[in-house]
């Protein structure tokens, strides 16, 4: 059998590993911009080490971006780079 790439050949607990991390650093990343960050400042992202364990942050709803966006114009702290540029 022909394979992509040595991701479709990883066992399952690999794959689990490799997603806990990845989930890890995106987490990180978007944490880093202000708007996610108070965001998500009462919940204890350090816990989320699965897929299954996201149930367990705080939905992000459209009306908060919105009030966000109208407070700290253009992009509501929801943005690491620059709007202009």
């Not at 650093?25 to 965001?39: C, D, F, K, L, P």
């Amino acid at each position: 059998m022909t394979y992509f790439d040595k991701l479709e050949t990883r066992s399952a607990d690999q794959r689990a590993s490799d997603q806990a991390q990845a989930l890890r650093e995106q987490i990180a990343r978007v944490t880093s911009a202000s708007g996610y960050a108070a965001h998500f400042a009462d919940a204890d992202t350090d816990a989320v080490s699965s897929a299954e364990d996201l149930v367990n942050l705080p939905v992000l709803r459209k009306s908060e971006i919105s009030r966000a966006q109208g407070e700290h114009p253009p992009l509501g702290g929801f943005t690491v780079k620059p709007a202009h540029g």
